[in-house]
């Protein structure tokens, strides 16, 4: 379950008989991992239609992604790439829905948080959404993954919730003046 796990990286720190002692001993020490969701609003560019979605933050996806069923379910606008891009699941496996060939650009809504974003249109089976390392990097949100939170409190400066906090601030100075 875990591939993090190197046994033959600890050397002789552990007096085990073998590897395999060595890593059922440590799996005892791990707790699994927990998945983070966020509700999101998406809003189509064309008729400003809202869908509500569940999307999971993944460190491990290299993009953002809509699910295919999804887009089309939903009536998002597809845009054909150019260039199709070959996806791997996690496992090393092609995807099952072969190449990435279309994309969704929408308005992406979060507890304050506005952007814009273009998501790659792939199977991505029951998932709806992912938002990936470029997100996570770009937003670097608090997570709390014991509750399951996130905080949107280190967005960059061409995020809509940093430019609203500072239309905010400086209307209230200019009132204090």
């Not at 799996?27 to 189509?44: A, D, S």
């Not at 400066?157 to 209307?171: A, D, L, N, T, V």
Request: aromatic share 6%; charged share 30%; glycine share 8%.
């Amino acid at each position: 379950m875990y591939s993090v796990l190197h046994p033959e990286k600890l050397g002789n720190k552990l007096n085990f008989a073998n590897n395999t002692e060595r890593v059922r001993d440590m799996w005892c020490t791990l707790q699994p991992l927990r998945e983070v969701w966020m509700k999101v609003g998406l809003e189509k560019l064309e008729n400003h239609e809202g869908v509500a979605v569940k999307a999971l933050l993944d460190s491990g996806a290299t993009g953002l992604f809509m699910d295919t069923t999804f887009a089309r379910e939903k009536g998002f606008k597809m845009k054909r790439m150019k260039n199709p891009l070959l996806v791997k699941n996690m496992d090393k496996t092609v995807n099952v829905g072969g190449a990435i060939t279309h994309q969704v650009e929408c308005n992406m809504f979060f507890k304050g948080h506005v952007e814009r974003v273009r998501m790659d249109v792939c199977n991505l089976g029951k998932t709806e959404v992912i938002l990936g390392i470029p997100w996570l990097a770009a937003h670097n949100p608090e997570i709390d993954w014991e509750n399951r939170e996130v905080k949107m409190t280190r967005c960059p400066p061409i995020c809509g919730k940093r430019k609203q906090e500072e239309k905010k601030k400086g209307s209230k100075e200019g009132r204090e003046r």
